[in-house]
């Protein structure tokens, strides 16, 4: 069993960056595949990033590659999101979710979920 909480969510305006936090409780954290995703209001949970147990080959959307980036801390049981040049189409709620076995942008294969953290970016 794994618990998530995700932290570092905010009002910015666009063209800024964002931090996002997900802290992992239970055991086994580094083996676990680490994902990112968001729902906007009316929308279907979309992909944004994933990263498998070893870090290696990070997953990115098309919408968000080139301006955010996936990292793990295996040590710490964290996994981050730094989201740069922001545009006001990531406002959004944002989840971390993991799930064991290989990476995937999929997230019915996804195990547990986090509560997410609102991330809202003004024009």
């Known amino acids: 069993q794994v618990q998530l909480l995700e932290s570092g969510g905010g009002l910015v305006q666009a063209g800024d960056s964002l931090r996002l936090s997900c802290a992992a409780s239970g055991r086994a954290f580094s083996t676990y595949t680490m994902g990112w995703f968001r729902q906007a209001p009316g929308k279907e949970r979309e992909f944004v990033a994933a990263?498998?147990?070893?870090?290696?080959?990070?997953l990115y959307a098309d919408s968000v590659k080139g301006r955010f980036t996936i990292s793990r801390d295996n040590a710490k049981s964290t996994v981050s999101l730094q989201m740069n040049s922001l545009k006001p189409e990531d406002t959004a709620p944002y989840y971390c979710a993991a799930k064991s076995g290989t990476i995937t942008r999929y997230p019915g294969r996804y195990d547990y979920w986090g509560q997410g953290t609102q991330v809202t970016v003004s024009s």
């Open positions: 990263i498998s147990w070893s870090g290696g080959s990070p």
